[in-house]
């Protein structure tokens, strides 16, 4: 038996037991300083956000005054103290346009004829101008005290009531174009930009006295875009013109013929019976007549004087320009589409 001292298991146990604590500290510390860095920089604190509003709905906007579209302008005028040359009329875009030679000077919106009464188109000139005009055609009927009956009427087409009187529209500031009674004048315009009369051309109120002081007889007017075409009016006019002054300088007036004064009455003096035997029997009643002196006046001669042949005014067709001639006495419907 050996004589020395064997330790314990528990006593050599122990340091193995410090080793492995050992190791287990410098492994520990040895990753505690890989995150040292880490540790060492501590974030800052963050700024607490300040609470959201609650939205509140917007409040409405103020109520302001609604804006009142202005009317489109009816007419232009800018020649103030100067003649109109010619006038250019479109049916289609409703618009008269004023010149002065190659110078627009002013343009209105006009109402021409509907589809039932076109305007025609073509070339014309001012025949006539009529400042207080009223048409024969188109207009009203009234009734005793001034009471209105009927409106929209046209002659022969709606009868008269009894008692009733009728009254042409008012037509003011009339410039004649045609004899069926076109023509330009004051009127209303319902729909700027849409025809509605009876064939005339309506220009503002406002426009037309102007218009009519600036504009002479025989003044071009032409007239574009839809409707009959009339071709050139105004030169199948005047050719017409022309040749009724020919004819009027050919044909030679008749001589007026003064009549003799009648020859006095003759007297006839009774011839004078032969005297016969007389007889015991008186005279009878026609032997006594006979025997009077009779007297017998004989009527003049008288002569036949040449009658001047009656005057016909020629009317004129719209298409085709060419002259009617009414028979005598019948009345003039020159007017016959005035509105």
């Not at 030169?235 to 007036?253: D, F, I, M, S, V």
């Amino acid at each position: 038996m050996s004589s020395s001292h064997t330790p314990p298991l528990r006593t050599l146990a122990r340091p193995r037991a410090a080793a492995l604590c050992c190791c287990a500290l410098a492994l520990t510390v040895l990753s505690g300083c890989s995150e040292w860095p880490r540790l060492a920089t501590r974030p800052e604190p963050q700024p607490t956000p300040p609470p959201r509003p609650v939205e509140q709905p917007a409040p409405p906007p103020p109520q302001s005054t609604p804006v009142i579209p202005k009317e489109p302008a009816l007419y232009a005028w800018n020649g103030d103290g100067r003649r109109v040359s010619h006038i250019v009329i479109d049916t289609d875009e409703q618009k008269a346009r004023f010149y002065d030679e190659a110078e627009e000077i002013g343009w209105a919106t006009v109402a021409t004829g509907v589809s039932r009464h076109p305007t025609p188109t073509g070339r014309f000139a001012v025949m006539e101008k009529v400042e207080n005009k009223r048409s024969n055609l188109y207009g009203r009927y009234f009734g005793a005290g001034g009471k209105l009956i009927q409106s929209n009427v046209k002659v022969g087409r709606d009868p008269a009531p009894d008692g009733a009187r009728f009254v042409g529209a008012k037509m003011p500031y009339f410039m004649r174009l045609t004899y069926d009674g076109i023509g330009l004048h004051a009127g209303p315009i319902p729909r700027p930009g849409r025809p509605a009369s009876h064939g005339c051309i309506r220009v503002p109120a406002e426009v037309a006295p102007l218009l009519f002081a600036k504009v002479g007889r025989g003044t071009p007017v032409i007239i574009i875009g839809s409707g009959p075409d009339y071709g050139d009016y105004a030169k199948r006019q005047q050719r017409l013109a022309a040749e009724r002054t020919a004819r009027a300088q050919r044909t030679p007036a008749p001589a007026q013929t003064v009549p003799e004064p009648p020859p006095p009455a003759a007297t006839v003096q009774p011839r004078r019976q032969p005297q016969s035997a007389p007889s015991s029997a008186a005279p009878q009643g026609d032997a006594a007549t006979a025997a009077q002196t009779t007297t017998i006046t004989e009527p003049a001669p008288t002569e036949d004087v040449p009658r001047p042949p009656e005057q016909t005014t020629p009317r004129l067709t719209p298409n085709s320009g060419m002259a009617q001639h009414p028979s005598p006495g019948a009345a003039n419907t020159a007017e016959a589409n005035e509105g």
